[in-house]
């Protein structure tokens, strides 16, 4: 059960658009479409951005968005604001156990 | 309102015991399943296992199986993380977590308690 590899981090300037990746392998984001996305503010608990790839929770924003190729997964935020600075983290199924696996989690800095 | 609180954190010492309870409200608890996650302090988030609703179904990390239980009373609407053979890699926040579906997404975390395992 191996974490899931995310970049340490990833900026962008107010208005753009940032991708996050989460690479996996065919045990775990390759061959299921259970991949999750979570934002962490600090000394905060995780939020549920994204699930089963592409959907969104009621109540999240629409600048937030999931996608899959292969054993890669995906987090775009677009229209980057201020108050996405967070830390991010996927998290998928994997049929090693069974269980499920975080990602290494990734810094968000809007310059 | 959807809350999750977590107690039983503390300082113990490596080889020791600690159970950590997760009380919920604001949603039928027996309809769901439930997972434990941990944060190193500083660090990432680490999947620690859950339980189905009828806790005939449980899963553990490779890091904490055979050491780590969870149990649940749908009665009383509360978690349990029995945690015995304690490590120092151990120490960590511990999070309670709701599952949206049995998939693995969480859509309500509790605040998380701290465990500190040193001597």
């Known amino acids: 059960q191996s974490a899931l590899t995310q970049p340490a981090s990833v900026s962008g300037s107010p208005g753009q658009s940032i991708t996050i990746s989460c690479t996996g392998t065919s045990s775990d984001v390759g061959n299921y479409n259970y991949v999750s996305w979570y934002q962490q503010h600090p000394g905060k608990a995780p939020k549920l951005m994204i699930y089963?790839?592409?959907k969104r929770p009621s109540g999240v924003s629409n600048r937030f968005s999931g996608s899959k190729s292969g054993n890669t997964a995906s987090l775009t935020i677009s229209g980057l604001q201020a108050e996405d600075e967070a830390d991010y983290y996927c998290?998928?199924?994997?049929?090693?156990?069974?269980?499920?696996?975080f990602g290494t989690g990734t810094e968000v800095t809007v310059l | 309102e959807v809350q999750l609180v977590e107690s039983g954190g503390g300082l113990v010492q490596p080889g020791g015991s600690l159970r950590l309870s997760c009380a919920a409200s604001g949603f039928t608890f027996s309809n769901y399943w439930m997972t434990w996650v941990r944060q190193t302090p500083g660090k990432g988030l680490e999947w620690v296992g859950n339980i189905r609703q009828d806790e005939n179904a449980k899963h553990y990390a490779d890091s904490v199986k055979g050491r780590f239980t969870i149990s649940r009373d749908n009665a009383k609407s509360s978690l349990f993380l029995q945690m015995n053979s304690l490590r120092p890699e151990d120490t960590a926040v511990y999070f309670c977590?709701?599952?949206?579906?049995?998939?693995?997404?969480?859509?309500?975390w509790g605040q998380g308690t701290l465990v500190t395992v040193s001597s």
């Open positions: 089963d790839v592409t």
């Open positions: 998290n998928s199924y994997t049929s090693s156990g069974p269980a499920y696996v």
């Open positions: 977590a709701r599952d949206l579906f049995a998939t693995g997404s969480h859509d309500h």
